[in-house]
């Protein structure tokens, strides 16, 4: 049976140097680096990714190279809701992804090398994953000259951890590894989906390749059969506003923090509160349309029937069959562009939809070719819409062993 031995955080650690943000162009002394920020901890598994490239001193580059299974550490870029102190663990795929270039962390943050002949480098990154979550490292952020920071030297010089033997960490961490595995294949399905039912938009609404175009004639660009109709010509938008209420309770309240958009449905759901003082309803396959900085121009479709901020506006098509056009219609640049270019206030930039957003053009292609992309793009979407469920439940079970299994309240 394995023991559990109180280990300070300082002994786990055989390197551990702060980064470095370098110089935006080449110079003689300087060497080409990859830096990793913050903001880029959620997209290190996605081979798309692209991140910063930066000038560095080549005597640094060689002192704070980083390798697999180092850890990278946030000292500072917190916000209100967000405090420091956020982790992530490099991973040999990622360096297999970056083979020509050293990688570096950022200056707002530190790696840390661990002795990986007594501790394992994944199960650590859990644990520090427990303690970010349990509220421990936001003890150590500051507000210090409108920055937050993270008090690093205070973190490692009072942190005393709780570890078992080496083998156990490894058994820990290949189950919690195997949820991560799990929500990181079903993430790149969602991808793939999803670039998939832009790419069929595209070719057949942008670059006009639909199904028969060599048949059928133009007239200045358009398809004949086709309309230039403004959004309130097949959308209406139909969120009202409510009060907090009983005749709410049955709803499930979505925080616009939860529109992406690279993502065609909310991550997740949470009770409404009643210091909501207005509030919007919605239908199950609605489009949320964010409208209030900084989620203004990020579309969703709603997962269920539920109530948001009146910051956003719920829209619902008119025409049958035209479900998937217009969403994917509202995902375009376009879209994003037209609404740039209307904001007027502050708060809801286009607040007023009878105003502004419902003016917006749109190209509408004949009621049959509406059909048949309908009959290819909703089953995609429909499939992304259960993927995202599927993604929520293997990270609220990951979410409920991570403390236990990390604690040792959970028997290996």
Known sequence: MSTWKKTPFESLLVDSKDGEWG?????????????????????LNNPGAEFPRRWVKEHIVERKQLQARDLILETAGGTSTQSTGRSVLLTKSF?????????LCASFSRHLRLDMEKYSPHFIYYLLQALYRTGYMAVFN????????FQYTAFKNHTELRLPDRPLQE?????????????????????????????????????????GHEKVKKVKGVPVGWLVQELKDVADEVGKSTRPGAHLAERF????????????????????TEAQSSLVTFEKN?????????????VAIAPFPGITRTTCFVIRPKIANAWSWLFLTL??????????????????????????????????????LLEKFE??????????????????????????????????????
């Open 171 to 211: 058994k820990i961490a290949a189950i919690l590894s195997a949820y991560d595995e799990l929500i990181e294949n079903n993430r790149r399905r969602i991808a793939l989906l999803e670039k998939l039912a832009e790419e069929i938009y595209r070719e057949w609404f942008v670059r006009l390749r639909f199904p």
């Open 331 to 368: 995902f375009q640049p376009t879209t994003v562009d037209y609404a740039s270019l209307i904001c007027n206030g502050a708060d809801r930039p286009y607040a007023v939809w009878n105003k502004a957003m419902e003016r917006m053009k749109l190209l509408r292609p004949d009621d049959k």
């Open 142 to 149: 500051i507000q210090h000259t409108g920055v937050s920071r």
């Open 375 to 412: 009959a290819i793009a909703r089953p995609i979407l429909d499939a992304i819409v259960s993927m995202y469920f599927v993604q929520q439940k293997l990270t609220a079970c990951r979410d409920k062993l991570l403390p236990r299994l990390i604690s040792g309240k959970i028997a290996v």
């Open 95 to 103: 360096f297999d992804h970056h083979r020509d270039i050293p990688v």
């Open 286 to 298: 609605d489009f949320l349309f964010g409208a209030m900085r900084p989620y203004q121009h990020k």
């Open 23 to 43: 110089e935006g162009d080449s110079a003689v002394g300087l060497r080409e680096a990859l830096i990793i920020r913050g903001t880029d901890f959620p997209d």
């Open 253 to 272: 309240y979505l925080p616009l923090d939860l529109l992406n958009t690279k993502q065609m449905l909310p991550a997740g759901h949470a009770d409404y």
